[in-house]
């Protein structure tokens, strides 16, 4: 897809692509930009990235046939809801938050 940064004057041009992968444990899609180097405009320089990971393989996601029968996969007593046990997790009574941090 080829475009403008600068849509009024329209003098810097990009190309954004859009990409979809597969690895050995997980499968994504990726959008790249990139646009012309205004001091040399044969130079493209890369604008920004985005990627989503969508799946991890072995371990789909919990919904529609997935999902759990009762609130809690790990309790098989049947005796919670998806209420009560949505509000338990969001008071943090059945054990502490998982935290996933990314970056430096």
């Known amino acids: 897809m080829l475009g403008s940064v600068d849509p009024v ?5 990009n190309i954004q692509a859009f990409i ?3 690895a050995e444990h997980t499968t994504g899609r990726c959008s790249i ?8 405009w044969d130079k493209w ?4 990235t985005y990627t989503v990971l969508d799946e991890s393989k072995g371990h789909p996601f919990l919904k529609g046939e997935n999902r759990p029968l009762f609130a ?3 309790h098989k007593d049947g005796k919670k809801n998806w209420k009560d046990y949505r509000e ?4 943090f009574k059945v054990q502490e938050p998982s935290v996933l941090i990314v970056g430096r």
């Open 72 to 74: 809690d996969p790990y």
């Open 88 to 91: 338990e997790t969001e008071e």
């Open 20 to 22: 979809t992968f597969e």
């Open 9 to 13: 004057n329209k003098t810097i041009k």
């Open 33 to 40: 930009t990139w646009v012309q180097d205004v001091d040399d």
């Open 45 to 48: 320089k890369v604008f920004m």
